[in-house]
């Protein structure tokens, strides 16, 4: 059987591979041009010539998420058919989605736990890989509660003896001074000091009597 509604078409002249070009066919009738049909072609696809470094967000106990820029058109060098998320830490998983999405959530990762992240985008002809990003999933609550509530616990405890054995630390760190005032020292001091033997060189002075010429 013969299609005669398909027709071929083969365009010469300095067409360029790797290169995006738009084709576009009108109808032509009897009044005039009809709305044309359009389509994107390359004469030859390749890897893409550049690729975003993704960033990493909303980084969590066991999810983070990945995003990333659109390849500008005359840098990808063929239709991109998927992106791939590749993230590694002892072993290495991935994830692939359609190439007009632009952001991934991974989950069911590790707690506390570093990664590393690329991102692959591919076309029929080739891929080409991303610069590494790292980063490093929250603690998990049952993390935080080991690590801080034994921490609270001992504080606790610290108070509670300091508050029963207040007396015997007292007694231990600062013991009581002795008053110098009631001190038998502070007495015998207070009877030779020089104002009180000036008082009594003064009294004995007073107290003896001239000697009587004969």
Known sequence: MKCTHIICITFTGN??????YNISVYPVYEQGAGTPTSTEAYLKEGAPGKIHTPEVSDIKTTEATIKWKEIPKDQRNGFIVNYTIVFLNKEQHFKTVNSDV??????????????????KASTK?????????????????EAIA??????????????VVC???????????????????KSS??????????QCMKKTSRHLTQGMKPPVAG
């Open 146 to 159: 080991s690590v801080t509530l034994p921490f609270i616990f001992m504080i606790f405890l610290l108070g």
């Open 15 to 20: 067409i360029e591979p790797l290169k995006r």
């Open 163 to 181: 508050v029963v054995k207040k007396p015997v630390l007292k007694e231990q760190f600062w013991p009581p001074v002795p008053n110098p005032s």
């Open 125 to 141: 002809a080739g891929s080409i890989k991303s610069s590494d990003v790292i980063f490093t999933t929250s603690l998990s609550t």
């Open 185 to 194: 020292l502070g007495h015998w001091l207070d009877k030779y000091h020089p």
């Open 102 to 119: 632009l952001e991934c959530t991974l989950q069911s990762l590790l707690p506390s736990t570093q990664y590393r992240v690329y991102l």
